[in-house]
């Protein structure tokens, strides 16, 4: 699933996006790209609960594509 999170703005908000996913899966897998700030994640658990790990981190994600 991709999504798009506006207020990412370095690799330290990477680094808490990929903690935040990885604790709920640790077999998830992140790309993430802090220039155009897409955070594309492999994963079986559904985007819903992705969703809260990530706002829980503090951060604000949009699903572009599941
Ligand atoms: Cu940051």
């Given at each position: 699933m991709k999504f798009e999170v506006?207020?990412?703005?370095?690799g330290g908000c990477a680094n808490a996006i990929t903690r935040a996913v990885t604790a709920i899966d640790p077999h998830a897998t992140l790309e993430i790209d802090v220039a155009t700030k897409v955070v594309k994640i492999e994963s079986v658990t559904e985007s819903g609960k992705i969703i809260t790990a990530i706002e829980d981190a503090g951060f604000h994600p949009t699903l572009l594509s599941s």
């Open positions: 506006k207020d990412m703005s370095c």
